[in-house]
């Protein structure tokens, strides 16, 4: 493994349809480096289509490239971003103690900015009575609610209410409890966004939504109820569960289906965006690269950061 004289990780972020996880293992290939997902959904088996596992995307020059946090739950299981930050550093040591280069790949800001704060997380147990408190509040509140407080638990990716209630009440619990922050393991990380273009961007959107359809996304989640998930938690993943989830049980029609996830997926890419330049603002030194620059010039810059000292970022 080719050693940094300043980086221990490279994270490689964007928002949906970027073409994020491609860099990362085109980069993991020339750095003989390991990929650990960051998307909150793709840690779920056989949610495939909906996620957006591009299985393809860790085959480099016909060499597979090892990913880690990728189809470790089950359906219907609800991971949280304690037990990610515990998978990550858990994966991030494994790789390092083999000499290979870890990478971070992933568009859930939450996951990204929980493992670079450099503060541990725990558990957060239920609040019934918080939980009972909110429940009559519409998401727009609840969401307003969440951007009213300061602190890293609360602002989350959420299109759901029972998402922004939890996410609510996981930062109550760390307001009553600052004690359990614990300083873990120094990260000394190149950060590197996939910035493409607003109207490129909704295109490749569009036209991935309609190639996974055509693929079968809807047979995806029909097996996954199929086999016992109630349909309740797959909508609570949001996104494509939600809206296939609704349309299989028959509360809308396909071409509203299309149509609602269509925008969802469009306003979701830009909330990761903004959450993306809130990290900045709170220090996060993200280099962007164009997603309509060449993957060879892409790489090459990133290389140059990472093993020449004398380049700045």
Known sequence: MRHSNKYNLVVVLGPTASGKTALAASLAHHINGEIISADSRQVYKHMNLGTGKDYDEYIVNGQHVPYHLIDIAEPGYKYNVYEYQRDFFKAFGDIRDRNKFPLMCGGTGM?????????????????????????????????????????????????????????????????????????????????IGVDIERELRRKKITKRLTERLQEGMTDEVEG?????????????????????????????????????????????????????????????????????????SRLQKIEDLLFNSSLSV
Do not use: C
């Open 111 to 191: 996951y990204i900015e929980a493992v670079l704060s450099g503060f541990k997380m725990i558990q957060v147990p239920s609040n019934p009575q918080l939980r009972e408190d909110l429940e009559n509040k519409s998401l727009a509140e609840l969401t307003e609610l969440l951007q009213s407080m300061k602190r890293l638990h609360n602002t989350t990716e959420v299109d759901t209410k029972k998402r922004a209630i939890r996410a609510i009440e996981i930062e109550v619990y760390y307001q009553d409890n600052p004690q359990i922050e614990v300083k873990l393991p120094q990260l000394n990380p190149l950060i």
């Open 224 to 296: 996954i109820l199929d086999s016992g998930v109630n349909p309740k938690d797959l909508i609570y993943y949001g996104l494509e569960y939600k809206y296939v989830t609704q349309y299989i049980i028959g509360e809308i029609s396909y071409a509203q289906m299309f149509e609602r996830l269509n925008i969802a997926i469009h306003q979701f890419a830009k909330r990761q965006m903004t959450w993306f330049r809130k990290m900045e603002r709170s220090g996060f030194n993200i280099q962007w690269l164009s997603a309509e620059s060449s993957l060879e």
